[in-house]
């Protein structure tokens, strides 16, 4: 078994006036710092092992700020792909936003439901055989992929994942976790 420290980066201008962000590559906002500056101390308590983050700069920055480990760079926690939804608006989105954060609709160009399971299964996978503790800096809706994946938490019967913030899961196989903490904030 090995504990997963999953953190969702830290808030961005785009959070902040609800744009969608998906892979845009969008760095933390002055607040975001901040946030995930509070949010070392929580982290640290878990006393990770191993360091892996998203190649995307808000999530790079965060890692950054929560911990002193040399950061792995793995592409397979990248954001979800987001199509032609990334810098809109929920209000832009329309009824299509719920549809899609309940887990019922794709955005026109984005990433496939299979493909995001493929993606977060061999992600997890590879992670579990680090040594663990292992911290994963990477993004709201991959925390919900892999809720979704491994412990069987539908998207729709989740709130949204607080940017920044821990969410731990235990893996016990190779087809199953065990949920901790979910959105641990500061």
């Avoid at 959070?15 to 962000?21: F, L, T």
């Avoid at 890692?63 to 990248?78: E, K, M, R």
């Avoid at 821990?166 to 199953?176: G, H, K, S």
Wanted: charged share 25%.
């Amino acid at each position: 078994m090995t504990t997963l420290l999953l953190v969702r980066h830290g808030m961005t201008e785009w959070n902040r006036v609800q744009r969608m962000q998906g892979r845009s590559d969008i760095d933390l906002s002055e607040q975001g710092r901040a946030d995930a500056t509070a949010l070392a101390e929580v982290v640290s308590a878990w006393k990770p092992q191993t360091l892996i983050c998203s190649p995307l700069a808000r999530a790079a920055s965060t890692a950054a700020l929560i911990s002193d480990l040399p950061a792995t760079v793995d592409d397979a926690w990248i954001e979800h792909g987001l199509g032609e939804w990334e810098g809109c608006t929920p209000d832009a989105i329309g009824s299509d936003y719920a549809r899609w954060r309940a887990g019922e609709v794709i955005p026109p160009g984005g990433e496939r439901e299979d493909e995001i399971r493929e993606r977060i299964t061999g992600a997890v996978r590879t992670a579990a055989r680090r040594p663990g503790p292992v911290l994963v800096v990477t993004h709201g809706g991959t925390i919900r992929a892999v809720l979704n994946r491994f412990v069987g938490l539908a998207p729709g019967r989740l709130d949204p994942v607080v940017a920044p913030s821990l969410t731990v899961i235990d893996v016990i196989d190779d087809d199953m976790a065990r949920l901790r903490s979910f959105n641990l904030t500061a």
